[in-house]
């Protein structure tokens, strides 16, 4: 069984300074990792996976994250906050079988 | 990416009425599509499972017949919510994912207000 821990239900962060929006996981077997963004009203885009390949994975808009399967950790960073990052985030892992679970979100706060 | 679209994005529907949401992958075949129910501020929440030409897998607690799924093509899924209630009300998200470990392509969700 697999099972995803966000810590933080909110972040809030300056423009300019560093995100980073913690993900920790669970799973009985060797896990592909996702991280979703989802703007007001709207669908999950998908801004980065690790699916077993190189543990330091970039995605869209600048987003980064690293496996670390010691920590069972993939956490979601980006260097220099935007205001239009401003959203809700979501975690997500998945065994190998279709199914995502996903953790509860963090809503992302951009200050300018 | 590919694309999955939903429709309708909003509803507004009567209690007691039936409103039916459309899934639809454009460019590539789903034979699993998933429905997803999200409530304000928390995470998503998957109901059940849609297999093309078979009968939905809900998940623990999900009303089989109150969310009927229907899953008919291989670029088509629909979810019915039958004799709505206001306690319907949420947000509804499909999506569809090739085989693993591909990714999931998400539909732009459904409001549904029931009034």
């Given amino acids: ?112 | 990416g590919a694309v999955v679209s939903q429709h309708p994005s909003r509803v507004i529907c009567k209690s007691g009425t039936s409103v039916k949401i459309e899934c639809r992958s454009l460019d590539f075949q789903a034979t699993t599509m998933f429905w997803y129910r999200q409530f304000p501020k928390k995470s998503l929440m998957l109901m059940a499972t849609s297999n093309e030409g078979s009968k939905a897998t809900y998940e623990q607690g999900v009303e089989k017949d109150k969310f009927l799924i229907n899953h008919a093509s291989l670029t088509l899924s629909t979810l019915t919510v039958t004799s709505a209630h206001p306690e319907d009300s949420s947000f509804y998200i499909c999506s569809a994912r090739g085989p693993p470990p591909g990714e999931a392509f998400f539909g732009q969700g459904t409001r549904l207000t029931v009034v």
């Fill in chain 1, 1 to 112: 069984a697999q099972s995803v821990t966000q810590l933080g239900s909110h972040v809030s962060v300056s423009e300019g300074a560093l995100v980073l929006l913690r993900c920790n996981y669970s799973s009985s077997v060797p896990p592909y990792l996702f991280w979703y963004v989802q703007y007001p009203n709207q669908g999950l885009q998908l801004l980065l996976k690790y699916t077993s390949a190189a543990t330091l994975v970039k995605g869209i808009n600048g987003f980064e994250a690293e496996f670390k399967k010691s920590e069972t950790s993939f956490h979601l960073t980006k260097p220099s906050a935007h205001m239009s990052d401003a959203a809700e985030y979501f975690c997500a892992v998945s065994g190998g079988s279709e199914k995502l679970v996903f953790g509860k979100g963090t809503k992302l706060t951009v200050n300018p």
